[in-house]
């Protein structure tokens, strides 16, 4: 198995995400499975990572792509270039050490995040405004397209439960983070006027959440209180941030620059000197996803006093003192650590799953599954692998809140009705526009009435700009109205009859004698122009009547949305025909009352636009109530904040193709690989 591991990120130094990657390659080489590893950094990072990797397998290797240090650099490359990589690596697995924005589609092979923790919700000072909203967008990216999430504790887990979906949250283990122990020969003395004074340690970013400024103030009390031995140091380690500002000004107004030591970039073996030569470790967090600090201290067999939080006690167990985060904690916080001080007895380690042995499994356990799982949707696929050709009869689709839009261009479309006729199934088919997937988000029978459609196709530029964030890049807009005509042009479909109903009174005469007149072959065998109101008995068996009596190949229905397509569902199982097409306003556009626009303004997705500018007493409602709403609803969707589940076909729908479709939801998500 290879593994491809991406760890990009803004450090220069080492810092948790970077340890984590470097600590979990070397530990799935453990397994004789991993063939290989591939540890992928950015050129400012590649010192330091080789720092913490020291001596290593020649299987893990360490790839160093050439980007800027740049927040945009970064996350365009994840969307774009990291696929591209993991094909080039043939890695069988995509590890990332952090959520990072990803393109499922765009991956050949199973993709797992590791969740350290929900601090773009949790802490939103560490990141500042607007920020933090960006953070917020690139977690639900990564997280919604993930196969699996790798909690690095179950306190995380909890957090992902709060704020995640159940189809997310279903997804996820728990996989703590690895804390290898190891030995060094030499190790340096991390602050060069060290004379053999005692210290107090505290690892941790420059932070909100970290209270760095909190751990100072508990030290100059302790220092009052004469319960720190002369010359004591509170030395804190951890890479700058916004909360460097306040411990500097803290520094100068304290008076206390010669007792407290800042160090950032330490080498594992400094690190690991810190531990060994500390009279205790102090962490006093607000919030953590994990406590690197509190395990490796616990490896060492140093004192810890910490604040009394679920990470804390999830990894520290029995052994740390904690202490709780209250207007007092300055107090709290200093009685505890002069009893710890005091207190020469050491209290049993707890029992750790960060060990090398037991990540690696674990870790091994999850990519197996998912291959597992991945080999058995292959069998039901009919082939092998990730890359794999779709299964006779499948077509890919494109999920819009909720509802499965065709992801087809003109050309296939015309394909696609051909396919339906030569078939000989009866079916319908629905232009799939702004306005008709906004109703089917209040009308759960229209929603129905799409899921059961032979065919559905994106009649609105931005279905086909969802489409295309899906991977699916060759769809196109199929709009009722040209659909219309180059079914009734085109040679393939010369020897079908078609049947007009819509429409004002005359309407569909005018639109018979056009057609006639613009195609002379064409042969329109029957028009119906309906009341504006549902059928009644008497004019139900009149049209049914006439269309058995005619058996027309198709039927053109022209009442808009969501009228048309509720009519179709429920006729089509009474009519003697193939096929029915809801084409809404084309009746109308081919016979002179609504003006087509320029090309242009279809590509740019503003027809909406020009048909309320022709029409606004009766457009203006509708625009105003669907087209915010949808722009809010898909961003949810793509962003994973919104779930957007497919409806159940229309129950005793006779299209045989309707089951199909609506049976294909789990196959599409697995063949399209379209995160829904």
């Not at 229209?446 to 196709?457: P, T």
């Not at 393939?492 to 007149?517: M, T, W």
């Not at 049914?544 to 429920?570: C, H, Y």
Request: proline share 7%; net charge positive; hydrophobic share 40%.
């Amino acid at each position: 198995m290879k593994i491809l591991l991406p760890a990009i990120t803004s450090a220069l130094e080492p810092e948790g995400v970077t340890r984590h990657a470097a600590n979990l390659a070397r530990c799935l080489l453990l397994n004789p499975e991993v063939e290989r590893v591939d540890l992928v950094v950015g050129p400012w990072q590649r010192k330091a990572m080789e720092s913490m990797l020291g001596p290593c397998d020649a299987a893990l290797r360490l790839v160093t792509v050439p980007i800027r240090n740049t927040s945009w650099a970064r996350n365009k490359w994840f969307w774009k270039d990291l696929p591209a990589l993991a094909r080039e690596l043939e890695s069988d697995l995509v590890h990332a050490a952090y959520p990072i924005p990803l393109k499922r589609s765009a991956f050949h092979c199973p993709l797992v995040v590791t969740l350290h923790d929900f601090y773009p919700y949790d802490a939103p000072e560490n990141f500042g405004f607007p920020k933090v909203y960006l953070n917020r967008l690139a977690l639900r990216l990564s997280l919604g397209a993930a196969d699996a999430i790798s909690c690095v504790s179950e306190s995380t887990l909890q957090r992902l439960h709060l704020y995640a979906p159940k189809r997310i949250v279903c997804r996820s283990v728990v996989i703590p983070n690895c804390i290898e122990p190891r030995t060094f020969a030499a190790p340096a003395v991390p602050f060069s006027d060290w004379k053999g004074e005692k210290f107090v340690l505290c690892v941790a970013q420059h932070r909100r959440n970290k209270n760095v400024v909190l751990a100072m103030e508990i030290f100059e009390q302790l220092l009052r209180s004469n319960d720190l031995a002369h010359g004591t140091r509170l030395v804190i380690v951890g890479t700058r941030g916004p909360e460097t500002p306040r411990i500097l000004r803290f520094l100068r107004e304290s008076g206390l620059g010669d007792r407290i030591v800042l160090l950032e970039g330490l080498a594992e073996s400094q690190l690991n000197w810190c531990y060994q030569h500390c009279e205790l470790l102090l962490a006093p967090s607000r919030i953590e996803g994990f406590g690197f600090p509190i395990v490796e201290a616990i490896s060492h067999r140093c004192r810890v006093v910490c604040s009394d939080i679920p990470a804390f006690r999830e990894v520290g167990g029995s052994y740390c003192r904690y202490v709780e985060l209250t207007r007092h904690a300055v107090v709290a916080f200093t009685e505890v650590c002069r009893a710890a001080l005091q207190d020469f007895t050491f209290r049993p380690a707890p029992v750790q799953r960060s060990t090398p042995e037991q990540v690696a499994k674990d870790s091994l356990d999850l990519y197996r599954a998912l291959q597992c799982s991945e080999e058995q949707r292959v069998q039901q696929a009919g082939s092998k692998g990730w890359e794999r050709k779709a299964p006779a009869g499948w077509h890919p689709k494109v999920n819009v809140l909720g509802v499965e839009i065709d992801a087809v261009n003109m050309e296939g479309a015309l394909a696609r009705i051909v396919q339906e006729i030569d078939s000989g199934r009866k079916g319908y088919v629905c232009m799939a526009g702004v306005h008709g997937v906004m109703e089917t988000q209040r009308d759960p029978e229209l929603a129905k009435a799409f899921a059961g459609a032979a065919l559905v196709v994106p009649d609105g530029m931005p279905t086909v700009w969802v489409g295309r964030h899906q991977g699916q890049a060759a769809m196109e807009r199929v709009a009722g109205p040209d659909l219309m005509l180059e079914v009734i042009r085109r040679e393939e479909f010369r020897n079908c009859s078609h049947f007009l109903y819509g429409g004002k009174p005359g309407v569909a005469q005018e639109l018979r004698d056009a057609l006639i007149r613009r195609f002379p072959g064409a042969s329109i065998v029957g028009i119906y122009t309906p009341p504006f109101h549902p059928l009644s008995e008497a004019e139900e068996r009149d049209f049914v009547g006439m269309v058995n009596a005619l058996k027309p190949d198709i039927v053109w229905v022209g009442i808009s949305t969501p009228k048309q397509e509720r009519f179709m569902m429920r006729y089509l199982p009474q009519l003697d025909t193939k096929l029915m097409f809801g084409v809404g306003a084309a009746f109308d556009f081919h016979t002179g009352r609504i003006q087509d626009c320029a090309d242009w303004i279809k590509r740019w997705g503003l027809q909406w636009l020009d048909r309320l500018r022709q029409d606004p007493k009766h457009l203006w409602k509708r625009s105003l109530r669907n087209n915010p709403a949808f722009v809010l609803a898909i961003v949810g969707q793509l962003t994973g904040f919104r779930s957007c589940a497919k409806p159940q076909t229309a129950s005793g729908n006779p299209n045989p193709d309707s089951s199909r479709r609506a049976g294909a939801a789990a196959e599409s998500a697995i063949l399209n690989e379209t995160p829904v």
